[in-house]
């Protein structure tokens, strides 16, 4: 007999399991109204508390981390930002058969960011120029050492290579798949990042930006924070962006040639990703993914 722990399982998660869990661990709140949010994401379940409050419980193992990695570390970089960011005010503990840490946070108002509303806008690429500019210059030698943790650390573009080769093979007939493997080919040879590591938000595209009146008014979703590369964060070029207001972005940012082709092999490897995973099934996904792998593939 095979022996199948709890953690090994996709948690079923529901309003009566959420109720249960608020109001057993933060009494306080058991009065306030949940409602499930949608649409929520791949990696959280989203409950609105009341009305400036968000519960978030992980679907899956893989962001499981998350709670904690944001409530350590988002109260020291909000004072930094430009543009506001989640507030955690509590991580709860697994219990009623859900297995993993949940994160209780001030809700952001706000409507997600599209292509369609922003994408001509030079003003809202510097804005976001700012932000990473700020979050870079909030320096990991700014907290004690021994508080930056493994899973802090950035991983490598040559960690995808073999995901992206396969998924370029996959997409062949839907892109193009010679200009992919250039783009990847010369990606993967671009140099290195020389410089100290920096703060980087590690997902950042426009699902995770919102608005307010046409406006950037937040940068949500900090599961992928790291320290090292930030050309990870230039992804939000290709998923936003057109030609000119990229280039504005770049030019606020001052990135240079081989930060900026790393930032294009990073576009290219997350859209294969998300577009062989969920285009069948998410038409929203599907056109987001297309639009920022052919961005990339301009440049």
Same mark, same amino acid.
């Given at each position: 007999m095979v022996t199948v722990r709890v953690a090994d399982t996709l948690p079923q998660i529901d309003g +009566?399991?959420?109720?249960?869990?608020?109001?057993?661990?933060?009494p306080q709140w058991a009065g306030l109204p949940l409602k499930p949010f949608s649409p929520a994401g791949s990696d959280h379940v989203i409950y609105r508390l009341g009305e400036e409050l968000s519960v978030r419980l992980p679907r899956h193992a893989g962001a499981i981390g998350q709670a904690r990695k944001e409530f350590q570390w988002l109260p020291r970089l909000a004072p930094h930002?430009?543009? #506001?960011?989640?507030?955690?005010?509590?991580? $709860?503990? =697994?219990?009623? $058969?859900?297995?993993?840490? %949940?994160?209780?946070?001030? %809700?952001?108002? $706000?409507?997600? #960011?599209?292509?369609?509303?922003?994408?001509? &806008? &030079? &003003?809202a690429a510097i804005e976001l120029a700012q932000f990473l500019t700020a979050l870079q210059r909030f320096a990991p030698e700014d907290t004690p050492a021994e508080n930056i943790r493994e899973d802090l650390t950035g991983r490598s573009l040559s960690d995808r290579d073999r995901a992206t080769r396969l998924a370029i093979a996959k997409v062949d007939g839907?892109?193009?798949?010679? +200009?992919?493997?250039?783009?990847?080919?010369a990606a993967l040879s671009a140099?290195?990042?020389?410089? =100290?590591?920096?703060?980087f938000?590690?997902?950042f595209h426009t699902g995770n930006l919102l608005t307010v009146d046409g406006r950037l008014s937040a940068?949500?979703?900090? $599961?992928?924070?790291?320290?090292?590369?930030? +050309?990870?964060?230039l992804m939000i070029a290709f998923t936003l962006m057109t030609a000119d207001s990229r280039a504005a972005f770049r030019d606020a940012l001052g990135v240079d040639d081989a930060t900026w082709m790393r930032g294009r092999g990073w576009?290219?490897?997350?859209?294969?990703? !998300?577009?062989? !995973?969920? #285009? #069948?099934?998410?038409?929203r996904v599907a056109a987001q993914t297309t639009r920022q792998i052919t961005q990339a593939l301009i440049g």
């Amino acid at each position: 007999m095979v022996t199948v722990r709890v953690a090994d399982t996709l948690p079923q998660i529901d309003g +009566a399991l959420v109720r249960r869990l608020v109001d057993t661990q933060f009494p306080q709140w058991a009065g306030l109204p949940l409602k499930p949010f949608s649409p929520a994401g791949s990696d959280h379940v989203i409950y609105r508390l009341g009305e400036e409050l968000s519960v978030r419980l992980p679907r899956h193992a893989g962001a499981i981390g998350q709670a904690r990695k944001e409530f350590q570390w988002l109260p020291r970089l909000a004072p930094h930002l430009p543009l #506001a960011i989640p507030v955690p005010i509590g991580v $709860g503990d =697994p219990d009623f $058969g859900y297995p993993w840490p %949940w994160a209780v946070s001030r %809700w952001l108002d $706000g409507e997600v #960011a599209t292509a369609e509303a922003l994408a001509d &806008s &030079s &003003s809202a690429a510097i804005e976001l120029a700012q932000f990473l500019t700020a979050l870079q210059r909030f320096a990991p030698e700014d907290t004690p050492a021994e508080n930056i943790r493994e899973d802090l650390t950035g991983r490598s573009l040559s960690d995808r290579d073999r995901a992206t080769r396969l998924a370029i093979a996959k997409v062949d007939g839907m892109f193009d798949a010679a +200009a992919m493997t250039g783009l990847w080919d010369a990606a993967l040879s671009a140099p290195g990042w020389d410089g =100290p590591p920096v703060w980087f938000h590690g997902d950042f595209h426009t699902g995770n930006l919102l608005t307010v009146d046409g406006r950037l008014s937040a940068v949500i979703d900090f $599961g992928g924070l790291g320290t090292g590369d930030p +050309a990870c964060d230039l992804m939000i070029a290709f998923t936003l962006m057109t030609a000119d207001s990229r280039a504005a972005f770049r030019d606020a940012l001052g990135v240079d040639d081989a930060t900026w082709m790393r930032g294009r092999g990073w576009a290219l490897a997350t859209g294969l990703n !998300a577009y062989t !995973a969920y #285009a #069948a099934v998410n038409p929203r996904v599907a056109a987001q993914t297309t639009r920022q792998i052919t961005q990339a593939l301009i440049g």
